[in-house]
């Protein structure tokens, strides 16, 4: 039962540098997310995907990409770490609807000097 | 817009204690409600949902009700053990939009002792 998976788990990035993050899910579903976790700011939205192909931006989409080439793997990337993007990455994946629950990945820890 | 709004922690309790842990929300549309737990070093997982009003979601002993009245969705369990200890998250997915996101609250630090 893989559900979501994140690579890697922890990462330290020096300001300036750029990496990818990667969230792949084999239960397949249609929409996929990027979400940040910041201590009492519970979780926000960066962008999401309603299908291959197709992305959006969400909440805190600044300084961020993404790219969702397969339907299964949705790719989020900084293209020049900033301090700001210190942060807890969560993936997560659902069918489409509003009642459906979204299956979240165990994160992504990322810290930026 | 939509927003949720959950009591704040961190909230301590002796094993067997009684829990409520208070969500309200305010949505567009005939928003789904949920609880996510988040368990130390973990992701979100999904705990229980309602799907409209009067809706009563239960799991693992926890339980919440849908109350559109008072646009309250408020997590209870009877009875709770240390093995409860972790980040509840109320959140809602709102009917009003097309990429069904969920809108979080900031969440609740419950530590259980024994």
């Known amino acids: 039962n893989a559900g979501v998976t994140q690579t890697p788990k922890f990462r330290v990035l020096k300001t300036g540098q750029s990496m990818t993050l990667l969230c792949a899910q084999d239960m397949n579903h249609e929409y996929m997310y990027w979400y940040r976790q910041d201590p009492g700011m519970g979780l926000r939205l960066i962008h999401y995907s309603v299908g291959e192909g197709t992305t959006a931006k969400g909440e805190v989409p600044d300084g961020y990409n993404v790219s969702r080439l397969k339907k299964q793997n949705f790719l989020l990337g900084l293209e020049s770490a900033a301090p700001s993007q210190t942060s807890v990455y969560f993936c997560a994946s659902s069918y489409p609807g509003y009642n459906q629950p979204q299956h979240f990945g165990d994160g992504t820890r990322l810290s930026i000097l | 817009g939509d927003s949720v709004t959950q009591m704040e922690g961190p909230v301590t309790l002796s094993e067997e204690a009684f829990l409520t842990i208070n969500c309200t929300y305010t949505?567009?549309?005939?928003?789904?409600l949920f609880w996510y737990v988040q368990y130390p070093g973990e992701g979100l997982q999904l705990l229980l949902k309602?799907?409209?009003?009067?809706d009563k979601g239960s799991n693992k002993g926890f339980e919440a009700t849908y109350r559109k009245e008072t646009t309250s969705f408020h997590l209870e369990k009877g009875s709770v053990q240390v093995s409860d200890s972790a980040v509840y998250f109320c959140?809602?997915?709102?009917?009003?939009?097309?990429?069904?996101?969920?809108?979080f609250g900031k969440g609740t630090l419950l530590t259980v002792n024994p």
């Open positions: 949505a567009t549309g005939y928003p789904s």
């Open positions: 959140a809602l997915s709102s009917s009003g939009g097309s990429n069904y996101k969920l809108t």
């Open positions: 309602a799907t409209k009003a009067d």
